[in-house]
């Protein structure tokens, strides 16, 4: 099959095509910084299928789409808005972020693979015809790549983006629902893992746990535990977001600047990655991380820092895949994956994982990361053995 054009100066061809730079008549030219980054190669030594570079002229957005794998069915992955410093580091990102969708596919058995397209923050974009554009991309993908929200894309983008595909997670009754929900529930069943891993036992009357973050999935999150008894210490940089969630829930709230070095069994992450690092992370003074941000370790050699210290670390990737799972559940089989479901899968999967990093020895992050990546390569080679 010859080249195949997408839309507005973006290309992919039939085959294994991946990075094609845009034509473009922007008045505002970038020039293409990308020969340095080696896109190829990372684009071979990562496993991934496809990266398209999309530029559309009429509203002025500059994207890329990374889509890592569908080698057992088609790719999910959210919209990124974001300010990138350099187009390459917009490109490490999506395809840092496209790879580890595919790992949670795989750790939690869902017949799924992982994309994500970042949109470049700009000013001057028009964004209601920036996102049409980008639902004209997935349009024209066919239903081999779902998108949905994530980062500075919400329910008046999607809306936007569903004016022109229907592959695409809904804001309203027609979609799933219950995203920030089933991510929760997914986190409150992998602190519980956790704590059996170390405990054999929850006993939630017991535990202190630290959430920082109290948005979407971080207030849900400190509702069920204070269900269960458990006491929740509290922090967000929006002040009244956070007083608004401890007067509704009676959690406590910490100084944002104490949230690391205040002793508890559990520090949650719920608003931001990056956040473990060579200045947080001898901090801590909690037994388990597990929360629901992505790429909580500003770098992987930060989960061996934590595995040294005795900290346990209950792998991003696995743990917050309940808006995934409940997204893929509902475009794959056409069912909403009722929400304490999918917080037993989660947990099953978390303690699998735990146990057997721990039998060989290994810090969770890295033995989970190795183990996503020989799944995907197994069902790669069974399916390209059937072809
Ligand atoms: P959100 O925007 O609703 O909430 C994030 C909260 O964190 C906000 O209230 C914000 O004020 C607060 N915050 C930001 N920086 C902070 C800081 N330095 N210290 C304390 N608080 C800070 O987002 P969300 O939907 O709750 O998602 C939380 C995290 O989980 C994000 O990293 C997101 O990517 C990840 N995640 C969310 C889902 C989902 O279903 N919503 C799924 C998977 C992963």
Redesign the pocket.
């Known amino acids: 099959m010859g080249p195949e054009v997408l839309a507005g100066g973006e290309w992919t061809t039939g085959g294994r095509v991946h990075f094609l730079p845009s034509r473009t008549t922007s008045p505002r030219p970038h020039p293409p910084s990308l020969m340095d980054t080696h896109v190829l190669e990372s684009l071979v030594r990562g496993g991934f299928e496809q990266v398209i570079a999309i530029h559309d002229r009429t509203s002025g957005l500059r994207a890329f789409l990374a889509i890592h794998d569908r080698s057992i069915g088609p790719a999910f992955g959210g919209i990124r808005r974001w300010t990138y410093r350099a187009e390459a580091e917009a490109l490490r990102d999506v395809m840092r972020l496209s790879r580890a969708m595919t790992h949670k596919c795989v750790l939690t058995g869902l017949a799924a693979g992982g994309a994500k397209l970042v949109a470049l923050e700009d000013t001057g974009v028009d964004w209601a015809g920036a996102y049409r554009h980008i639902g004209d991309v997935v349009e024209s993908l066919r239903g081999t790549f779902y998108t949905g ?3 500075g894309t919400g329910a008046q983008e999607l809306g936007w983006v569903a004016e022109r595909t229907e592959f695409v997670t809904r804001p309203d009754e027609t979609g799933p629902g219950e ?2 929900e ?2 929760a529930e997914g986190v409150f069943a992998g602190i519980a893992a956790g704590l059996r891993h170390l405990d054999g036992e929850e006993s939630w009357p017991d535990r202190t746990i630290v959430i ?7 207030s849900r999150l400190a509702g069920r535990l204070v269900e269960c008894g458990a006491r929740v210490l509290g ?4 002040g009244d ?1 956070a007083s608004g969630v401890a007067s509704e829930l009676g959690i406590e709230l910490i100084d ?1 600047s104490r ?1 690391f070095d205040v002793p508890c069994d559990v520090f949650s992450p ?4 990056g ?1 473990l690092h060579d200045l947080s992370v001898p901090r801590l003074a909690c037994r388990i991380v597990a ?4 790429n909580v370790l500003a770098n992987p050699i930060h989960g061996d820092a934590l595995h040294r210290r005795g900290v346990l670390y209950v792998p991003d990737f696995v743990i ?5 799972i409940r997204g893929a559940c509902f475009h794959l089989d056409g069912h909403r994956e009722p929400v304490p479901e999918i917080g037993k899968r989660i947990g099953t999967a978390v303690a699998e994982i735990l146990a057997a990093a721990e039998n060989a020895e290994r810090p969770p992050a890295r033995f989970a990361f190795d183990a996503a990546e020989e799944r995907i390569w197994a069902r790669r080679s069974e399916v390209d053995g059937e072809a």
Do not use: F, H, Y
């Open positions: 929200p994530d980062v995203l920030p089933a991510t920082q973050g109290l948005g979407a999935v971080g922090v967000d940089v929006d977001r944002s949230e719920c608003a931001l990655g956040i929360g629901g941000a992505n917050n895949s309940g808006a995934l």
